[in-house]
């Protein structure tokens, strides 16, 4: 019989047991990783330490970067510097100026109980450097802190095994965790009926900063720290690098692979649209390895009772804002067309709730959907040159379809992105059935948002006179935007995603870019069963 291979475990991984068994969950086994700028300073740190293998300190030698494991143990790590004396004596180094807590003992007799595997001698005691304090403090280990350090290497080793993420620590440890965005403990809480409502979470991987280029037959390159637009020999535009979070291409625009390489080593994803504004792909930086969650999405998208519940909470959150916008359009106007499509929206709610299946629910947001858009024909004003009759798409039949199809493809691309920055697949769903190159999930993701984030802006873009009839060609049987119009409308989109909405369940202020991550985040923890219920986002 073969010898099973160890697995070696990094040290500073499992101590993070003895911070957050979450923590080291969510790293070890979901592979997730956002390092804060607290970890980007450590390392930084550490490289300029490394530049000296060894130096002699008061006297005593001191070895820089020395590698350690234990077979028994099955870990592997790395002592910052070990420090000649009576006895090697491990010294691990910090970027803050006070002594954190366990987590940073455990890491220190772990690299001692390496130390004493391979030499067959007791470490008695190591030392941490604060560097922010200059300070030494001594850590004896004792039988205590040892007994503490098995515990965590054995935790570790069982939550390898298991298929759930352990509950949240939810208390001082979170605040300064660079995961709070991901695991959002306080939500939980909340939406457990067990605390009260989160305040705001940091800001994590945005997608602001959004880089459309769609002049045709444009090129761009890298060009040292920055990126060059460029046509006919010209540069039309140069903007930092640093500056953009996302590239949208539409059309015929073409880049250089120096440039597309930089933008995936820097977690820049690039959208291509074609030059009507359709997804056509996109190029996606690794940002989440996140497979035990995918492999749970995957599980529960064949689960029918659980396709249904989530579909339940997408479809009334769109009927819900469906409602809300013709309600708040009809403040002013007092039509009698809207109020009838007000009251059979209202009419569907219960039907909604009392749904159990999937073909229920398809059937009632049809019949929602043709509600809502012939109050939104009552809702253009009467002096525009625009009219709308129905929604009609593949081609849009007239110029307010255009606008529609063309928003709700940047939508799509949007909650791709929401979905993807999450962790899940956007291609598989659980109301909208996967079929093949359609992005299922991020179709499920929208539902919610198509009424306050794309109709509002075509809405206000006809209504305040921004778009013309001009912005319109009529080719290859429908109705398409002209670059002019184009860009009316990505300006306009852009803008609305940057609005500040306030989020209905956790009560703080988000823009609508965020809003998306935070409903696909909401998505994964139904998924992982970290929540009970999807609830979908729904204005007031
Ligand atoms: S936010 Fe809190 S519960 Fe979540 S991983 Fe960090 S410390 Fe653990």
Redesign the pocket.
Known sequence: MEAQEVVYLPISQVAEVA??P??FY?RAVEKVDLTDARMAQGSIAERKRDTRATIMREGKLQVRSVTVSSETLGVIGVIDVLEEGEFPCPVEYKTGSADEGLYERVQLCLQAMCLEETLGRVIPYGYLYYAGSRRRVCVDFDHILREKTLECVSEARRLLDSPTRPE???DW??PG?S??PI?M?SEDRFLDGAGPKPRKPLPSLGIERVLYVDEQGAYLRKDGSRLAVTKDGQTLASIPLAHVDQLVLAGNVNLSTPLLKHLLRYDVEVVLLNAYGKYEGRFTPELSKNSVLRLRQYERSRDELFRVQVAKGMVAGKVHNMRAFLMRGNRSRGSAELETSIQRLTALVPSVERAVNLETLLGLEGAASHAYFQGFAALLGKDVAFDFQKRTRRPPKDPVNALLSLGYTLLCTDCITAAQVAGLDPYVGFYHIPIHGRPALALDLMEEFRVVVVDSVVLALINKGSIRPDDFEEKYGGWFLTERGREKFYAAYGQRKNTEVTHPIFDYTLPYRRVLELQARLLSKVVMDDIPAYQAFVTR
Do not use: G, H, S
């Open positions: 911070y957050c979450r923590n969510y949240p620590v939810n440890r979170c965790c995961l709070l695991c403990p």
